[in-house]
T-cell receptor, first 112, second 115 residues
Framework: QKEVEQDPGPLSVPEGAIVSLNCTYS??????FMWYRQYSRKGPELLMY????GNKEDGRFTAQVDKSSKYISLFIRDSQPSDSATYLC????????????FGQGTELSVKP | DVKVTQSSRYLVKRTGEKVFLECVQD?????MFWYRQDPGLGLRLIYF???????EKGDIPEGYSVSREKKERFSLILESASTNQTSMYLC??????????????FGAGSRLTVL
């Protein structure tokens, strides 16, 4: 079993839809949770970053962490064609900065 | 505004060749990483470095080595390329210590095909 599981999709939604992306994990030592976005032929870039449990909102994006269920989510409201990309969840344990464990990535397509 | 530069975007090599992938960052970051990205597997850490001349194995170091002679440059070496090393290779860097160490800045990637 992988440490971090993510449905690879692909996921296709109409413009304006609410998108929910999810990851589950098995290592209870994970403390830092991130979502990276990767456009085609580009490297990933950090989108959202949370520590421990809770929610974080940034514009149309909301990241949720439920450590009791070992489950993290990324919600995208009012999705736009420019949101079409691969979304990668990533996690790390405390004091091992930079050694991230990534999910498989979910390919999202937002249709106009 | 380029911050992490991977010198080769596309390479085609033959089995058994020695391959060098170069990465340079201009952000004065202490940490540098090499990941490979494969469909269905996500990103997997090959090697990382917290300082000049320092290296540590990641999750899949077999068949690879690295070199970091200068702070800004981190090279990945395939001593004898094999077809199962056909992949996208991503270099990244971050600051050292604290939560900021998890904020990785990635290069655009080097797609290697081994025939």
């Amino acid at each position: 079993q992988k440490e971090v599981e993510q449905d690879p999709g692909p996921l296709s939604v109409p413009e304006g839809a609410i998108v929910s992306l999810n990851c589950t994990y098995s290592n209870s030592a994970f403390q830092y949770f991130m979502w990276y976005r990767q456009y085609s032929r580009k490297g990933p870039e950090l989108l959202m970053y949370t520590y421990s449990s809770g929610n974080k909102e940034d514009g149309r994006f909301t990241a949720q962490v439920d450590k009791s269920s070992k489950y993290i989510s990324l919600f995208i409201r009012d999705s736009q064609p420019s949101d079409s990309a691969t979304y990668l969840c990533a996690m790390s344990v405390y004091n091992q900065g930079g050694k991230l464990i990534f999910g498989q990535g979910t390919e999202l397509s937002v249709k106009p | 505004d380029v911050k992490v530069t991977q010198s080769s975007r596309y390479l085609v090599k033959r089995t058994g060749e020695k391959v060098f992938l170069e990465c340079v960052q201009d952000m004065d970051h202490e940490n540098m990483f090499w990941y490979r990205q494969d469909p269905g597997l996500g990103l997997r850490l090959i090697y990382f470095s917290y300082d000049v001349k320092m290296k540590e194995k990641g999750d899949i170091p077999e068949g690879y080595s690295v070199s970091r002679e200068k702070k800004e440059r981190f090279s990945l070496i395939l001593e004898s390329a094999s077809t199962n090393q056909t992949s996208m290779y991503l270099c990244a860097s971050s600051v050292q210590g604290g939560p900021g160490a998890n904020v990785l800045t990635f290069g655009a990637g080097s797609r290697l095909t081994v025939l």
